[in-house]
C-alpha cells in the first residue's frame, strides 16, 4: 500500500505516544484497583508491574513491526504481509470490531457520568441527543485534519492526567510502610494470581491502536517504537503508584467499585470525589478522542486493500484525512451507542485482542524476511526469545477466555469471510 497513501505526515513520536496513552488509560484505572485488592490484598500493586513485563514484550514486538511500515494499517498490514489478503482482512475485522464496541461502550459511561451533574441524562431524548453531539463533535474536529484532532488529544491527556497525578504525589505522603507485606507472609494463591493478572491487563490494553496510521506519522521507522515504549512506561510507573496508594489510603478497598473517587475523597474531601468524578469523564474523553483517530484508518486501509468498497479510501483534498471512513465510523458508534445492544460483541472484545497479538507476533519471520519500506527499521535483540515469551504470554490469558467468547468470535469472522468473498466477486467483475 506504500504507493497508494494519499494522507499527509503530521503524526510526530509525541503525537504516537499520545494515541498510545489515550488508549491504555480509560475508564479501567478508575475501577480497578478495588478488584485487584480483592484478589491479592496488599500485593496487587505487584500484578500491575507483572503485566507491564508481559505488555512490555508485546508492544516490543509490535515496536520492530510498526518500525518496518510507512503505510496505514497497523495490525492489518503486517498480518497481510506475512498471510496474505484475507488474514489482513479479517484482522482489520476484528480491529474495527472491538475499537467501535469499545468506544460505543466507553461514551455511554462518559454520558453517564455526566449524569453525576445532570441526572436528566440517564435515560430519555436528552441522553440520545448528548450522546450524538459527542460523537459528531469528535468525528468533526478528526474531519477537520490530523493536527486539530492531535492537539485535542494533547488537551485532554494534559486534564486526564491531572487528578491522577494528584492522588499519586499527595497519597505518596500518606504511605505506611507497615501495611505492605515482608518475608513472613504467604504469596496468594496461582489462581487468585492468575485472576488479578487477567483483570489488571485489560487497564494497559489500547495502545496497540497508536499504530495504525503509520501513513500519516513523520519518520515512522523512529516514532512508532520510542512513542510505544515510553508510553507504557509512564502508564505503568503512574499505575504502580496509584495501586500503592489506594492499597494506604482506602480503608476497605476490596469492596471499592470506585477506588480512585474514594481515594480522592479521603486525600482532599468532598472536592477531590468531584476531582475524580470529573476526572472519569475527561479520561473516558481522551480515549474515545484517539479511537475516532485510529480506528477509521482501518477502513481506508482495507479500502486500498480493494477489501471493502473505494468509497472507504476517498481522502478529502482539502484535510487530507480519510472523511467517508471517520463518519461511517461516527454514524455506526452512534448507533451502538443509543442502542446499546452490543454486549455480546464487547464480550469478546478481550479475546480478540490477544488473538490478533497473537498472528502479529506470528508474521514477524515472513516480515524480518521482506525488505523493510523504512531505512533503518528496529531489530529486537536476543533472537527470537522476546517474540516467543510474548506468544506465551499470549497463550496463557487466551486459556482463561470463556467458550462463548470463543463461539461469539467464531461467528463474527465468518460473517467476515463472506464479505471478503462479495468484494472479491465484485472486483473480478469489474476486472
Not at 453525576?116 to 441522553?127: K, N, T, W
Not at 486526564?160 to 500518606?174: D, N, R, Y
Not at 480493494?306 to 484525512?321: C, I, M, N, Q, S
Not at 533472537?383 to 486459556?399: K, N, Q, R
Request: hydrophobic share 60%; aromatic share 10%; with cysteine.
Amino acid at each position: 500500500m506504500a504507493g497508494g497513501e494519499k494522507l499527509q505526515r503530521e503524526i510526530t513520536a509525541r503525537g504516537i505516544w499520545l494515541l498510545a496513552v489515550n488508549g491504555m488509560i480509560g475508564a479501567g484505572i478508575f475501577a480497578v484497583p478495588g478488584g485487584a485488592a480483592a484478589l491479592v490484598g496488599v500485593w496487587s500493586p505487584l500484578v500491575y508491574v507483572v503485566c507491564a513485563v508481559l505488555l512490555g514484550l508485546i508492544v516490543a514486538c509490535y515496536a520492530e513491526l510498526a518500525s518496518r511500515f510507512t503505510s496505514t494499517g497497523g495490525p492489518v498490514l503486517y498480518v497481510r504481509t506475512a498471510f496474505g489478503k484475507f488474514a489482513g482482512f479479517e484482522t482489520g475485522l476484528a480491529v474495527y470490531a472491538t475499537r467501535i464496541t469499545a468506544f460505543a461502550a466507553n461514551v455511554n459511561l462518559m454520558v453517564a457520568s455526566i449524569a453525576f451533574f445532570v441526572p436528566a441524562l440517564e435515560s430519555g431524548p436528552l441522553r440520545i441527543l448528548v450522546i450524538i453531539a459527542i460523537i459528531a463533535v469528535l468525528a468533526g474536529i478528526n474531519i477537520a485534519g490530523a493536527k486539530p484532532a492531535m492537539r485535542a488529544m494533547g488537551l485532554l491527556t494534559i486534564l486526564k492526567f491531572l487528578p491522577l497525578l494528584a492522588i499519586a504525589l499527595v497519597g505518596l505522603f500518606h504511605i505506611n510502610p507497615s501495611i505492605f507485606p515482608d518475608n513472613s507472609l504467604g504469596f496468594p494463591a496461582s489462581a487468585q494470581w492468575s485472576a488479578a493478572v487477567l483483570l489488571v491487563i485489560y487497564a494497559f490494553v489500547g495502545w496497540e491502536a497508536a499504530v495504525i496510521p503509520a501513513g500519516e506519522t513523520r519518520e515512522p521507522g523512529k516514532a512508532m517504537p520510542l512513542g510505544l515504549f515510553w508510553a507504557l512506561g509512564v502508564v505503568a510507573l503512574l499505575y504502580v503508584v496509584i495501586q500503592i496508594v489506594c492499597v494506604a489510603v482506602v480503608p476497605d478497598l476490596a469492596s471499592s467499585e470506585r477506588a480512585l473517587v474514594d481515594a480522592g475523597a479521603i486525600l482532599f474531601g468532598p472536592a477531590g470525589a468531584l476531582l475524580l468524578t470529573l476526572g472519569v469523564i475527561v479520561s473516558v474523553g481522551g480515549n474515545i478522542t484517539g479511537t475516532v483517530v485510529t480506528t477509521p484508518r482501518l477502513t481506508y486501509a482495507l479500502a486500498l486493500e480493494k477489501t471493502l468498497p473505494a468509497w472507504f479510501g476517498k481522502v478529502d483534498e482539502r484535510t487530507h484525512v480519510p472523511a467517508n471512513s471517520i463518519i461511517f465510523f461516527a454514524v455506526l458508534a452512534a448507533v451502538l451507542a443509543v442502542v446499546g445492544d452490543f454486549f455480546a460483541l464487547a464480550a469478546m472484545s478481550a479475546f480478540v485482542r490477544v488473538l490478533i497479538y497473537v498472528g502479529c507476533i506470528a508474521a514477524m519471520p515472513r516480515v524480518r524476511a521482506l525488505p523493510a519500506e523504512t531505512e533503518k527499521p528496529m531489530r529486537l535483540p536476543l533472537g527470537w526469545t522476546i517474540p516467543v515469551l510474548a506468544v506465551l504470554g499470549s497463550l496463557v490469558l487466551l486459556s482463561q477466555v470463556p467458550l462463548r467468547s470463543m463461539a461469539i468470535t467464531a461467528a463474527f469472522l465468518l460473517a467476515g469471510a463472506v464479505i471478503y468473498m462479495l468484494m472479491q466477486f465484485v472486483n473480478a467483475r469489474r476486472a
